[in-house]
């Protein structure tokens, strides 16, 4: 009884899924702007021309959040450009999932603090808009991707001489290494969360 007590207490983690269940009950007036969907022009490459429709975009963001958080979540360090690329997906989870009468008051509140995390590792502010979080997300993987390139073409060469744009963008690069730490643990942290389960379930 104590047992059941407990896990009734952990499940209930959460503000606005103790008055309402799914997002069909929960008034769009009442709602914080966190809340609110948000019709995104997602970045070119990002979705297949197949995902046309809010619940595919949700079912294909659901796929890729869980193989890089949650079964790959191991592998973070190595394949760090995707990771940050990855993150995008994760705030296109959760806006389409806004659009989901269906989906779980509870459930979107345990992904909004697993989006949370997430921003920090690049300083995006929790207020800020989804289609904001998302180009850069997107843009600074696509960055990152590119340098992990160029240092696997040149990584045997040593390189004659340190110009002005080497240093500039190594030093960009060596801030983005630091947020990319950060962004591991929340990454981690993010992939914890109790809204597991259904970006497991959208994964199937």
């Known amino acids: 009884m104590e047992a059941a007590e407990k896990k009734d207490t952990k499940e209930k983690d959460c503000i606005y899924c103790k008055k309402y269940e799914k997002l069909k009950d929960w008034p769009e007036s009442e709602r ?3 809340f609110i969907y948000e019709e995104i022009d997602y970045p070119e490459g990002m979705f297949h021309k197949n995902h046309f429709t809010s619940k595919r975009k949700q079912s294909a963001a659901g796929k890729k959040v869980y ?3 949650v079964k790959g979540k191991g592998e973070l360090n ?5 990771m940050i690329r990855d993150m995008a997906y994760f705030e296109a989870l959760f806006n389409e999932m806004l659009n989901d009468k269906n989906a779980k008051v509870e459930t979107l509140e345990g992904l909004k603090k697993g989006r949370e995390a997430m921003r920090m590792s690049l300083n995006i502010s929790p207020k800020a808009k989804t289609s904001e979080a998302v180009l850069k997300f997107w843009a600074t993987g696509k960055m990152l991707f ?8 040149k990584k045997k ?3 004659k001489q340190l110009t002005p744009e080497i240093a500039e963008r190594a030093a960009v690069l060596a801030k983005l290494k630091k947020q990319i730490a950060t962004a591991k643990v929340n990454a981690q942290r993010a992939a914890t969360i ?3 389960e259904k970006v497991e379930e959208a994964s199937k």
Do not use: M, S, T
């Not at 590119?146 to 073409?153: I, L, T």
């Open 32 to 34: 914080p702007v966190a």
């Open 146 to 153: 590119a340098a992990h390139k160029k240092n696997k073409k």
């Open 194 to 196: 109790k809204a597991q």
């Open 67 to 69: 193989a890089r958080f």
């Open 157 to 159: 060469k040593k390189a």
């Open 78 to 82: 190595k394949y760090q450009h995707h």
